[in-house]
């Protein structure tokens, strides 16, 4: 009996957060819980008749209640982050070796600057308080105004180890976008070589043009008379990749300044980081982090 892998969804609040867990063999709760969560058998007691244990979807307090393969449980993680709080970041998972942010538009991944405002400064800020001697390590970039889910490593060695295999260490990574007009298909692939120029400019070509061959798969989620909200997925990571193939479609992101055409309907860029999904660099294990579709995006589908 092992889980198959875990989730977390980052849109609920610290007291709301669970671990996710599918059965898969026959057990009682209690000795399924007991030998997953490597608890006291106190503490899994008071979780469960706490109300803090959900079997698809509902709350279970019976200690014997049978599981069967297949099921889902949840399990409620009350502990509660208190030295954390910043406007522009929230941390959605941590451990000793990790630590997963989501990240609002308007500050940057890590330092441009002495004063400029970036999550590697905030994270160190926080290691600091907290009395943890380590200091966050960037393994993956988003732009300035693209908000959603990061991971930084706590240690060089963690760094190197996701830098070393990050292609096959990620298994999932989705964003979602609005697009300015309406997409005419609903699904499809985008693959293109973009090369940079030393203005910072991302250029797209159908030919090799010295470039990195770049590939996006979209589809559509929901369209309105003026936009489409479309969910990509990455098969490569090259920068400014979604932007630029979203241009090349003919539909760019809205609020994009370097590669769209002017349609701004929020007031920022309309791309969100949502879901991603990796092995644990150190424990092998699979995990899962995904966030809700911003509000603000899903206001303009009403």
Not at 29 to 56: F, M, P, Q, Y
Not at 133 to 144: E, F, N, P, Q
């Amino acid at each position: 009996m092992e889980e198959k892998r875990i989730s977390y969804k980052s849109d609920l609040t610290p007291e709301d957060h669970y671990d996710f867990f599918t059965v898969e063999e026959t057990a009682k709760l209690l000795d399924w819980l007991l030998s997953h969560l490597h608890e006291s058998r106190s503490k899994v007691k008071a979780t469960l008749s706490g109300h803090g244990i959900k079997v698809n979807g509902k709350v279970v307090t019976q200690f014997d209640y049978a599981l069967r393969p297949g099921m889902k449980v949840a399990v409620s993680k009350s502990k509660k982050n208190t030295l954390f709080k910043n406007r522009y970041v929230r941390i959605v998972y941590e451990d000793r070796y990790l630590v997963i942010v989501e990240k609002k538009p308007g500050i940057l991944s890590m330092a441009a600057g002495h004063s400029t405002l970036n999550v590697k400064t905030v994270l160190d800020d926080y290691f600091r308080q907290s009395h943890q001697h380590c200091t966050a390590h960037i393994v993956h970039r988003l732009d300035r105004d693209t908000s959603g889910l990061m991971v930084y490593a706590k240690d060089k060695q963690t760094e190197l180890a996701f830098e070393a295999d990050w292609h096959n260490i990620v298994f999932d990574r989705r964003y979602v976008a609005v697009l300015s007009g309406v997409m005419e298909r609903g699904e499809d692939t985008v693959q293109s070589w973009l090369k940079d120029n030393k203005a910072y400019f991302t250029y797209s070509s159908s030919y090799d043009n010295g470039g990195k061959l770049a590939t996006t798969h979209y589809h559509v989620l929901a369209r309105s008379e003026a936009y489409s909200l479309v969910e990509f997925r990455l098969e490569t990571g090259r920068k400014n990749q979604i932007r630029v193939h979203a241009a090349d479609l003919g539909h760019p992101v809205c609020g994009d300044v370097k590669y769209g055409n002017g349609d701004d309907p929020l007031d920022r860029l309309c791309l969100h980081a949502y879901r991603l999904c990796f092995y644990h660099p150190v424990s092998h294990r699979p995990l899962e982090f995904e966030t809700e579709i911003p509000l603000a995006f899903r206001s303009l589908f009403k």
